[in-house]
């Protein structure tokens, strides 16, 4: 019969203690938070680009908890879904914050190309 051994973590290091060196690499891996001032988050939260999905689920999980009687359950789903409508009205806005960006850089970019045309043309006929 085989004994099994609950310690066998000598064998893949050849027993040496000392497997962890600091070889002064140890800022290597540390960041400054502090520095990054301006980081965001291209989606903060885990599932946000299935708002919508998600918010299908916890009304119907919402409606299934009143029909069984749970109004405790059935408002904390309901408040799940309205977070995640929160969500979804924020990507919402967001997207028509650089659709209209993107327009008006674009209006800007035709209004440059346009005035170097002109002057091109002045200067052709001058």
């Known amino acids: 019969m085989v ?26 891996f540390k ?12 989606s903060p939260g885990r599932n946000n680009h299935n ?26 789903y309901f408040q799940h879904a309205d977070h995640f409508t929160r969500i979804m009205e924020e990507q919402s806005k967001k997207k028509t914050f650089k659709v209209s960006e993107n327009s008006h850089s674009s209006d800007i970019k035709k209004d440059n190309l346009e005035d170097s045309q002109d002057k091109e043309k002045q200067s052709v006929t001058s």
């Open 3 to 28: 004994t099994f051994r609950n310690n066998r973590r000598g064998r893949f290091r050849g027993g040496d203690r000392n497997y962890k060196r600091n070889n002064g690499d140890s800022n290597k």
């Open 31 to 42: 960041s400054d938070f502090s520095t990054n001032n301006n980081f965001q988050r291209k």
């Open 51 to 76: 708002a919508p999905k998600l918010i299908e689920k916890y009304n119907d999980l919402a409606r299934e908890a009143l029909a069984n009687g749970d109004k405790i359950l059935s408002e904390n």
